[in-house]
């Protein structure tokens, strides 16, 4: 007689909310000052995290991530590493993951963009060998998006010269269990 059939089901999820920049932040990332690697201008090889770009994203941004965790299940967060990003005209940035961790999660958060922004393109963890679907987030300011880490992503082409972005990497943990990891 045959056994029970079962099923598992293996989805990743990707968050996005629409919030406020606030000045302080904007006004931050204007001013600040960025290396030009392949397609961008980008703060991610400086040195010791910029503490003051973790703080004021992070007033923006928490109470989206702490609702991500209660989804998630998980009672802590840890921010491991945050960068600003900025994209000239026919700019962009190619396909590429962050991390493969369990409950390693990246972020965009679209300081400044305009309709002609380059849209964030997301695919099936195992793109390009395996490829089931994709989905486009058009940069709005303001807009969060929160993804696992191993999720393929890639900024399209820019159409203008206004896209900023500040991007980044946090854990969630359970703080019963663990405590905040150490990076």
Known sequence: MPGELHQKDFVETLFYQDMDVSPQLYDYVASYKMTKIDHVGTSFYEGKQDEVLARLTFECVESFFV?????????????????????????????????????????????????????TMF?????????????????????????????????MPNEDDRRVIVSGNIVYFDRDKSPAPRI
């Open 67 to 119: 609702a991500v965790g209660k989804k998630l299940n998980k009672t802590g967060l840890h921010v491991l590493k945050m960068w600003v990003q900025k994209y000239e005209k026919f700019a962009y940035h190619p396909i590429h993951v962050h991390a493969s961790n369990a409950f390693n999660y990246s972020f965009v958060f679209y300081v400044d963009c305009t309709d002609h922004s380059g849209c």
């Open 123 to 155: 695919y099936n963890v195992g793109y390009p060998y395996v490829d089931h679907s994709s989905f486009k987030i058009q940069p709005v300011k303001g807009r969060c998006v929160l993804f696992p880490g191993a999720m393929p992503h890639e900024a």
